[in-house]
Structure formats: structure tokens, C-alpha cells
T-cell receptor, first 114, second 116 residues
């Protein structure tokens, strides 16, 4: 079992839809959770960063972390064609072998059509 | 400013060539990373420098040689590469493992490497 599981999609939605992206993980040492957006042939861009459990909102994006279920989500409201990209979840721990490392999901490919 | 820059953007090299990839950040970050990314896969960690010292080497072949001349610069020296080394090479930086609890990493645009 991989430490971070993410459905690779592809996911295709119409413009204006609410998009839900999810990851599950198995390592209880993870405390720091990130979502990256990666356009084709570009580097990953940090979208959201959350420490421990809870919600964080930034514009149209909301990140949720449920450590008890080892489950994280990214919601995109009013999705736009410019949101079409691959979304990678990533996580890190604060000690031991997880220190300084990011553990990535496989990435979900999202297409928002006009 | 959360910018990490990488040069060159594209590189084509033969299997006998020697070349270097460069990465620079001016965010005061003390941890810097090299990743390799193949198409439709997440980035794979290669090396981590923390406070200019190599702290993680993910059993990368010796034909890849990292160097951290100072806290803002990171190089990856390439020699005698194989065609299967063709990939997007990403540099990233973060505040540093000892400056927690901020662990997020900022990535550069990458160097697309083709080995012929």
C-alpha cells in the first residue's frame, strides 16, 4: 500500500462546477498537508498549505484535513477552464524519516470545459 | 516573493556529455531539493540539502552529482547519462526542517532534459 493514495482521474467538469479532490494516507506521522497545481510541462505551484486538522479557505479554494480519518480534500468553487491542470496532494511529518520529505499522491488530472 | 528560478529551461545532451543544471532562490530558505519527474508521475525526491549540507541522497546513481555552493544556489552536475534519465528536473526550497512548523516547498519551473 502506498503511503498516499490519490485517484488519478481524469476528472472532467463543466465551467462553474464545484470540484472535489481527495487523498487518503496511512502514516499517522503526517502533520503538514499541501495541495499543488501543475500545468502541463511546468513546475508544481503551491496552492494550499494546512497544518494538522481543520479547514483553510483562499478565494475559490478550500482545503480540509481530517486526521482522524487520514483524509484530505481540496474543493474548487466556480471552476474555470484555467483550473485545468493536474492537482497533487503532498504531505510531510515533523520528525524521524518523514522530516524534510514530501510524500506525494499520484495527482488528479482535471479538465474544466467551457 | 516565492520564486525559485532554474536554468536552462531545456537541455538536450548526449550520453558522453557533461552538463549542469542550476537553481537559485532568494527567499532565505535553508533547505533545497532536487526532484526528478517523469510524465504523468509525481515528483521523485533525489537530494536534499539542509543548511548547505547534503542530508538526504535517495540512492541516486553517481552520474548525478549535486552541489550547494551557498544558501541560495543549488547545482546538479550531469555526466554519462542514459536515455532513461530524460525527465523534468525540479528544484524546490523550503524554510528548512529546523525552522518549523513551516514545511511547504516551493518549486521552480523545471529543466526539461532529453538524453540522446
Amino acid at each position: 500500500q502506498k503511503e498516499v493514495e490519490q485517484d488519478p482521474g481524469p476528472l472532467s467538469v463543466p465551467e462553474g462546477a464545484i470540484v472535489s479532490l481527495n487523498c487518503t494516507y496511512s502514516n499517522s506521522a503526517f502533520q503538514y498537508f499541501m495541495w499543488y497545481r501543475q500545468y502541463s510541462r511546468k513546475g508544481p505551484e503551491l496552492l494550499m498549505y494546512t497544518y494538522s486538522s481543520g479547514n483553510k479557505e483562499d478565494g475559490r479554494f478550500t482545503a480540509q484535513v481530517d486526521k482522524s480519518s487520514k483524509y484530505i480534500s481540496l474543493f474548487i468553487r466556480d471552476s474555470q477552464p484555467s483550473d485545468s491542470a493536474t492537482y497533487l496532494c503532498a504531505m510531510s511529518g515533523g520528525r524521524g524519516s518523514t522530516l524534510g520529505r514530501l510524500y506525494f499522491g499520484r495527482g488528479t488530472q482535471l479538465t474544466v470545459w467551457p | 516573493d516565492t520564486e525559485v528560478t532554474q536554468t536552462p529551461k531545456h537541455l538536450v545532451m548526449g550520453m558522453t556529455n557533461k552538463k549542469s543544471l542550476k537553481c537559485e532562490q532568494h527567499m532565505g530558505h535553508r533547505a533545497m531539493y532536487w526532484y526528478k519527474q517523469k510524465a504523468k508521475k509525481p515528483p521523485e525526491l533525489m537530494f536534499v540539502y539542509s543548511y548547505e549540507k547534503l542530508s538526504i541522497n535517495e540512492s541516486v546513481p553517481s552520474r548525478f552529482s549535486p552541489e550547494c555552493p551557498n544558501s541560495s544556489l543549488l547545482n546538479l552536475h550531469l555526466h554519462a547519462l542514459q536515455p532513461e534519465d530524460s525527465a523534468l528536473y525540479l528544484c524546490a526550497s523550503s524554510l528548512g526542517p529546523r525552522k518549523g512548523p513551516s514545511y511547504e516547498q516551493y518549486f521552480g519551473p523545471g529543466t526539461r532534459l532529453t538524453v540522446t
